[in-house]
């Protein structure tokens, strides 16, 4: 072991949550392994969508410039099954609106990896992590070259030693595969789909959330970047998937069609790719022994949207900041540990539960028709929805009820 190869945390997987989690290590100070089988930069599937949540924090982390060059997108609407909507423009909160972004999460990844080097991280991607030997106070990491069998076999392996153990590397984590974590629940597992379509330039600036009826308890999305193109996708729960033979890809392309058959002008649909979403209906366990889990490896993910990028990003962030200076100390790491955890639990069991009770409501064309109707009528509530699918402050729930019950009422 050289003291080259020591570290006092090794972030695995360098995504919106690796790098996030990287680069607020190293602003503190922290000697910090950043790995990622790929190289950068790279696609991921995704749908692209950096809600206003995320923006807030990027803002705090003094990292706005990322998004600098791109346009913010300010409006929202959410479709029923019958084809009523609900429409509006972002909210504003301290008086400043909270716009969202649609940033190609090849562009969006990149930066924030780069971000995170520039301030000292150590650059370990394009490097496969093959074996994980913890300890009581080093954890030994094995790392090779994802092309190792090209490039000279096991004397291109590499092993990093840790005070801490960052697990940033997706719904199909290794880390926790290596830790032999359970896996996650399929009843609480999504499959997304997405693509790419050129559009008009006067294509609206606007996030478009549909709850067809084809594609219930599921739902389609269509995210322009303001730059001549959108993200389009649908999202699925497994079990539906397996228990009724859907085929994702269809209903992706059958979502499109109807788009265009409403006036939508959609051009050809490329560079398909689909993922799994483990989501927070079920929250795992983040922490043990000198090891933390972030963003899609731990089910940092919206029930009702899928969204994951705000979630990851800030749990990061606040992983970092509960972390003591001095990393040798293992009752105060343990302690570091806990508070993380029960910050997140606190800050997000709710949530994730609301958001959860949203998608029963959603999951039916009839309960869905009325939802939106009613959550149209009633701008308060359509800003509870907003931080539902966007992670902005904490939502009220009893005085959103009763909004809730009164814009029904007023309906009927």
């Not at 913010?72 to 509006?88: H, K, R, T, V």
């Not at 780069?114 to 490097?127: I, K, N, V, Y």
């Not at 490039?151 to 595969?177: I, K, M, W």
């Amino acid at each position: 072991m050289t003291e080259q190869n020591i570290f006092d945390l090794a972030v695995i997987g360098a995504g919106p949550a690796g790098s996030v989690a990287a680069y607020a290590a190293a602003a503190r100070g922290l000697k910090v392994a950043l790995v990622d089988q790929r190289d950068f930069p790279r696609d991921k599937s995704c749908g692209d969508g950096l809600g206003p949540g995320g923006y807030s924090l990027l803002k705090r982390l003094r990292l706005e410039h990322i998004v600098a060059d791109m346009k913010p997108i300010g409006q929202i609407s959410i479709l029923g099954p019958d084809g009523s909507e609900a429409a509006s423009d972002v909210p504003v909160i301290d008086g400043e609106p909270q716009h969202g972004y649609v940033v190609a999460r090849e562009t969006l990844d990149d930066r924030l990896f780069r971000a995170a080097l520039e301030l000292g991280a150590t650059d370990f991607s394009g490097h496969k992590l093959t074996e994980i030997s913890l300890g009581d106070d080093l954890h030994e990491l094995t790392v090779r070259p994802s092309d190792a069998g090209k490039a000279g076999g096991e004397e291109a392996e590499v092993r990093l030693h840790c005070r801490l153990l960052v697990g940033a590397d997706g719904a199909y984590s290794t880390v926790r595969r290596l830790l032999r974590t359970p896996a996650h629940p399929t009843r609480h597992t999504l499959l997304a789909m997405r693509a790419y379509a050129d559009v008009p330039a006067e294509f609206e600036p606007r996030l478009i959330f549909e709850f067809d009826q084809s594609l219930l308890p599921g739902y389609g999305w269509i995210f322009p970047n303001g730059a001549g193109s959108v993200n389009v996708g649908v999202g699925l729960p497994v079990a539906n998937i397996k228990s009724h033979d859907i085929g994702v890809r269809d209903r992706l392309t059958e979502f499109v069609e109807r788009s265009r058959s409403r006036g939508l002008a959609i051009g050809e649909l490329r560079g398909h790719r689909s993922h799994h979403l483990p989501h927070a209906g079920h929250i795992p366990a983040l922490t043990r022994h000198r090891v933390a889990m972030v963003g899609d490896s731990a089910a940092m993910i919206n029930p009702l949207t899928g969204e994951g990028i705000v979630y990851a990003m800030t749990s990061a962030a606040a992983l970092v900041e509960r972390l003591p200076d001095d990393l040798s100390d293992s009752g105060a790491v343990k302690a570091a540990l806990q508070r993380y955890e029960g910050w997140y639990r606190a800050k997000y069991a709710r949530h994730m539960w609301l958001s959860k009770v949203a998608t029963h409501i959603m999951a039916r064309p009839t309960s869905a028709a009325w939802a939106v109707k009613t959550v149209g009528k009633n701008p308060e509530v359509m800003t509870s929805v907003v931080k539902l699918l966007f992670d902005l402050g904490e939502v009220h729930t009893l005085s959103t009820m009763r909004s809730f019950l009164r814009a029904t009422l007023a309906r009927s």
